[in-house]
């Protein structure tokens, strides 16, 4: 009587673990996808913000490229116009030879001096403008740079988050 008792006490308590332990793997397995669920949700989160910021990126250096394209038209003007003066000032430079100054018009004299002062003024101002140009294509050309291996590190970024699919996602593909 006592051994049939320690029998139907033992089934019990074996029955009763078994649904303990049934309980306990089905909270941990409700606990792991869970888990899972919110670090999906982060992922995706991350991708979208990651997303955006190349965009972001990608404008931005549309941007920069207009702007140097901009600006190195620019230098090809001023560059231009550094040329035109010094052609002038060239033809006015010719024109100033000692017959010309004896026998030649004074007051046409006094309009070419006062052309080749206003044409190296205009050749100092074109000098400096240019000068001042190119360091800023350069400084634009650094930013690209730096843009360009910022939009590298979020390709990468988006990359990277688009290979980590969740565990469970990946199980229940191959179910």
């Keep these: ?3 049939k008792f320690a029998s139907w006490l033992a089934q019990k308590l074996v029955g009763a673990l078994l649904i303990v332990v049934i309980a306990l793997a089905g909270y941990g397995v409700w606990l792991f996808l869970q888990e899972e669920g919110l670090l999906e949700q982060g992922r995706v989160a991350k991708l979208q913000q990651a997303i955006t910021d190349r965009e972001r990126l990608l404008v931005a250096q549309a941007a920069i490229e207009r702007r140097i394209a901009g600006m190195r ?3 090809a003007a001023q560059e231009e116009r550094l040329k035109q003066a ?3 000032i060239a033809t006015l430079r010719r024109l100033e030879s000692w017959w010309d100054r004896l026998w030649h018009n004074p007051s046409q004299q006094a309009a070419n001096a006062e052309q ?3 044409m190296e003024a205009l050749k100092r ?3 400096g403008k240019l000068a001042d140009l190119q360091r800023a294509v350069t400084q634009v050309v650094w930013e690209k740079d730096g843009l360009e291996l910022a939009l590298r590190r ?3 970024e988006v990359g990277r988050l688009e290979e980590s699919r969740s565990r469970a996602r ?3 593909m191959l179910a």
Excluded: C, D, G, P
């Design 1 to 3: 009587m006592l051994l």
């Design 73 to 75: 038209a620019e230098v």
């Design 86 to 88: 010094e052609k002038i």
């Design 116 to 118: 080749t002062r206003r």
């Design 125 to 127: 101002e074109s000098t």
């Design 154 to 156: 979020a390709n990468h």
């Design 170 to 172: 990946h199980y229940t």
